[in-house]
């Protein structure tokens, strides 16, 4: 099945498009991973990462359909970290759970084929397993194709960064360019693009296999975004911590509740350490309050997604 | 001593401005590191990525002043590719190269700080070890903050994307934005962004520690870019097998000879299987004289770099 249709099986099946961001700091994780780990002994981090992305895997895999893993933190722990991260993938995999890999990866050419070829896909068939990947389309349309090219032979996605959610996105992807009736921003254009990768290779549920990555924080351009991208699944970063509410994010859905995937991080792996579900008894219980408390928010301001094909 | 202020140096001491990129593919690589190794054992090839990697250090470190692994075919292999990597970055360091580190890397806020922190600053420093990353920018100029102040605690440096090599690069880069005094391409807005990170930060030798990427393939935007980014280190890709001859590179260097890194990867690394090198008794012999044609053939177009400051 397309990724983009098990995409749309996984959000019917939980009741939700809520994703789970895994980005783990040594400073945030609950005291019981990292008592007695040194800050610099980078192995003792990346085992205390891994432990720390299964368990909140355990938690998080009855409730929601994906979970996005962010390559720079483990990264930032050189091959261990890379080895963690091989293993939270693998371990939300085998729990059913979509597996996002957030690494804003692009090249030009064979070089984005490497990539394409080393994120993309489960299993043994890419090395890292994962079912989709993030996206930087700087290096313009042509970096792409590898990419698309590889989603359609292994029934992987990927999301294109179009609006991100940072203060200073406008510095380029706002800005306008062209002239006449073709005069538009650069997230504009990108989202064109988008949609024109999509363009009659659509999955049943509407959607196709290049999706796009669409700020909370930018609620007027997701309104708009979803417009333009109809045939695209929209990552929504930057609920929640950021600053994205349920009534924001509520514009990247499709009136079926489909469309848009919302990704919180922060907000759910350390809600142990917010003051809302400090009389959590344990920190495994905060997790598992803040996803449902996310999964109920947004069913406020959205349709219960259905299957509408 | 800046990262800066250590590329001229060592593109003094050496007498060139050639960067050898460490780009290896199975089906390249001399039959004496790949016989043997089937093409699904990713951990039988992260061992050959390795031993290649730092054969070739080993030709070059006498010739050249910089290497550039592309992340990318490490990455393909998972984290056992990941672990050849950081082994080559190591030795190339250890035979006192200059090592930029082809990641393409970039996201928001303490991400970005992830990946800044993961791959900026030699030994103990870094996670990776290397001396600088190359980054994309269409984040935006919050996006590079981070990684400009992880360079300056670290002495290490940044590559950012204004014009790449691909034939797609203008699908953005070229475009028109702004109005009045202000029209400019993206890639000059990009540019005019880099020479100000700079601004103020410039060592002995002039340039500072945010450097850009520019094609080999665009010329006269080469030479453009040198005028714009007077206070930045070119890195320069796209010689050789892209079609980028000495003539073409030469716009972006200063009159002393320095400013420019020029990368050549398939065309060195893989000279063996080029005609042009078919009398050579080893691989090894190949590529000693393919690095020695072209430190030779830049230098008939460019001043041989000497110490002006």
Redesign the interface.
């Known amino acids: 099945m397309s990724f983009a249709q098990r995409v749309a099986e996984g959000v019917v099946a939980k009741g939700n498009g809520v994703c789970v961001g895994i980005?783990p700091?040594l400073e945030s994780l609950p005291a019981s991973f990292t008592s007695g780990i040194d800050s610099?002994d980078?192995a003792a981090q990346a085992s205390a990462y891994a432990a720390f992305g299964k368990a909140i895997v355990d938690i998080v895999a009855p409730l929601v359909p994906v979970v996005k893993p962010?390559a720079?933190?483990f990264?930032?722990?050189?091959?261990a970290?890379?080895?963690a991260?091989?293993d939270v993938v693998q371990h939300a995999v085998g729990k059913g759970l979509i597996v996002i890999m957030?690494g804003?990866?692009?090249?030009?050419?064979?070089?984005?084929e490497?990539?394409a070829?080393?994120?993309l896909g489960r299993g043994?068939l890419s090395?890292?397993g994962s079912d989709a990947l993030t996206v930087?389309?700087?290096?313009?349309?042509?970096?792409l194709e590898p990419f698309v090219k590889t989603c359609a032979q292994r029934e992987a996605g990927i999301f294109v960064?179009v609006k991100?959610?940072?203060?200073?996105?406008?510095?380029?992807?706002d800005?306008?360019?062209?002239a006449g009736p073709n005069r538009g921003t650069?997230y504009q254009?990108?989202a064109a693009?988008v949609e024109s990768l999509n363009h009659g290779h659509e999955a049943a549920c509407g959607f196709g296999q290049v999706g796009a990555v669409v700020g909370a924080t930018y609620p007027e351009q997701l309104q708009e975004l979803r417009g333009i991208m109809s045939s695209s699944w929209i990552l929504i970063p930057g609920y929640g911590a950021q600053g994205g509410t349920a009534k924001d994010v509520a514009l990247g859905f499709r009136k079926d509740g489909l469309g848009a995937l919302v990704n919180s991080s922060r907000g759910i792996i350390f809600a142990h350490s917010l003051s809302k579900y400090k009389d959590c008894a344990t920190w495994e219980a905060a997790v598992e309050r803040a996803t449902k408390d996310m999964i109920a928010e947004l069913s406020q301001h959205t349709t219960k997604p259905f299957r509408s094909w």
Chains 1, 2 share one sequence.
């Open positions: 980005d700091r610099r980078r962010q720079a933190f990264e930032q722990l050189g091959a970290g890379m080895t991260l091989a957030d804003k990866r692009n090249d030009i050419g064979s070089t984005a490497a990539y070829d080393a994120y043994s090395a890292w930087s389309p700087y290096l313009g349309s042509d970096s960064l991100t959610s940072n203060p200073g996105s406008g510095f380029l992807q800005q306008l360019l062209g650069v254009q990108m693009l």
